[in-house]
Every structure is written in structure tokens, then in C-alpha cells.
T-cell receptor, first 113, second 112 residues
Framework: GAVVSQHPSRVICKSGTSVKIECRSL??????MFWYRQFPKQSLMLMAT?????????EQGVEKDKFLINHASLTLSTLTVTSAHPEDSSFYIC?????????FGQGTRLTVV | QQQVKQSPQSLIVQKGGIPIINCAYE??????FPWYQQFPGKGPALLIA?????SEKKEGRFTISFNKSAKQFSLHIMDSQPGDSATYFCAASILRNTPLVFGKGTRLSVIA
């Protein structure tokens, strides 16, 4: 069964609006979760590291004010894409590690129109 | 600078063939090397992983070969089936609970 659950799987939003994506670790606690972005036919690129109870760490080139990450509990991290633009359209995937093994959520296909 | 180089970009094999996908890394601190399978619109699913103290690992039809001195590792898929058609990513990480660095992916097509 799934180890990491991500919701929603697909979302379409209008330019200028915000979208929240949830990532949950199922039946285990994850003090750290990772958010990746994947453009069509490309690899996964790390966006940020989400740390429970503290600020997220963002990779170079990722705008922290645009991609808000909240890791308020040991089983939930959220990524909010604020003031979304068409160029933010992508596949967003979260990951959490269980027993030293990284597991990925199902991904969220974001389309900004 | 890409830390994990993956080849080939795409691969077509006949059913029953043995596709081989190769990856090379530079950072000798990497100590975890997984392979993921991804179908369109889905998140990556872990296939098999290896640590540097082992030269080969087999799980079902999937085998990882690992060459520490050459800093290379590869995935072999035995008796490939059309259902294996997907994109395969190699990855590497340092220590537990650190982010993965992914290769660029290999699109595999297995034709009947």
C-alpha cells in the first residue's frame, strides 16, 4: 500500500490564484519531507526540504515567497503555490523517508490557465 | 552540474530482451543508489536499491550492478515485458533522510 499520500492528484487553477498541495506520511512520522518538481519529459528536481517545526530550506532559484511550505505536524507537509502563473504548471511530487528508504507520493499535476 | 549521469535517454527492446540502463556519479560520499520506475502521470515507484558495500543485487527480474571504483551502477531488466515500458530513473543520496539526486531518466519501450 501507499506509504506517502499526496492530494490532490490534479488541479487546474486560474492565473493569480493560490493552490495548496498536501503530502502525508501514512502510519509513520516524517520530520523531514522533500518537494520535487518535474517538467514534462524531464527529471525530478529538488525544490525544497520541509522540516517539521522549522523553516523550509529552498534550493537555489526557488522562490520561497512563491512556494510556501508548512510542515506543521510530523505527518503532514503542505506546499502552497501562490499567485500561480502558467509557467508554474508542472508535476509536483513529495517524498518522505521510512527506515532509510525514500518513498514518493503520487504527484500533483498543476495546470495554471 | 549534474551529479548523476544516466544513459541512454531512450531504449527500445523486444519482449524478452534485457535492457540495460547505466548511471555514473561523481560524489564519492553517495551511499545509497536506488532505481525508480515512473509511469505517465504517476509518482516514481522504488524498484530496487543498492548500497556501495555490495556489487550486485537482484530482486525478481531487476538486477543492479555496482562498480564502486568506476563510480558506476546499472539496471538490468531480465525477460522484459511490454508492461515494463516506462521511464526509469537512477538516483543517489548521502546518508539517510537526505534528498535524492536524480539522473535524467531513460524512456524504455518494450515491443511485443
Amino acid at each position: 500500500g501507499a506509504v506517502v499520500s499526496q492530494h490532490p492528484s490534479r488541479v487546474i487553477c486560474k492565473s493569480g490564484t493560490s493552490v495548496k498541495i498536501e503530502c502525508r506520511s501514512l502510519d509513520f512520522q516524517a520530520t523531514t519531507m522533500f518537494w520535487y518538481r518535474q517538467f514534462p519529459k524531464q527529471s525530478l528536481m529538488l525544490m525544497a526540504t520541509s522540516n517539521e517545526g522549522s523553516k523550509a530550506t529552498y534550493e537555489q532559484g526557488v522562490e520561497k515567497d512563491k512556494f510556501l511550505i508548512n510542515h506543521a505536524s510530523l505527518t503532514l507537509s503542505t506546499l502552497t503555490v501562490t499567485s500561480a502563473h502558467p509557467e508554474d504548471s508542472s508535476f509536483y511530487i513529495c517524498s518522505a523517508t521510512l527506515a532509510g528508504v525514500p518513498f514518493f507520493g503520487q504527484g500533483t499535476r498543476l495546470t495554471v490557465v | 552540474q549534474q551529479q548523476v549521469k544516466q544513459s541512454p535517454q531512450s531504449l527500445i527492446v523486444q519482449k524478452g530482451g534485457i535492457p540495460i540502463i547505466n548511471c555514473a556519479y561523481e560524489n564519492t560520499a553517495f551511499d545509497y543508489f536506488p532505481w525508480y520506475q515512473q509511469f505517465p502521470g504517476k509518482g516514481p515507484a522504488l524498484l530496487i536499491a543498492i548500497r556501495p558495500d555490495v556489487s550486485e543485487k537482484k530482486e525478481g527480474r531487476f538486477t543492479i550492478s555496482f562498480n564502486k571504483s568506476a563510480k558506476q551502477f546499472s539496471l538490468h531488466i531480465m525477460d522484459s515485458q511490454p508492461g515494463d515500458s516506462a521511464t526509469y530513473f537512477c538516483a543517489a543520496s548521502i546518508l539517510r533522510n537526505t534528498p535524492l539526486v536524480f539522473g535524467k531518466g531513460t524512456r524504455l519501450s518494450v515491443i511485443a
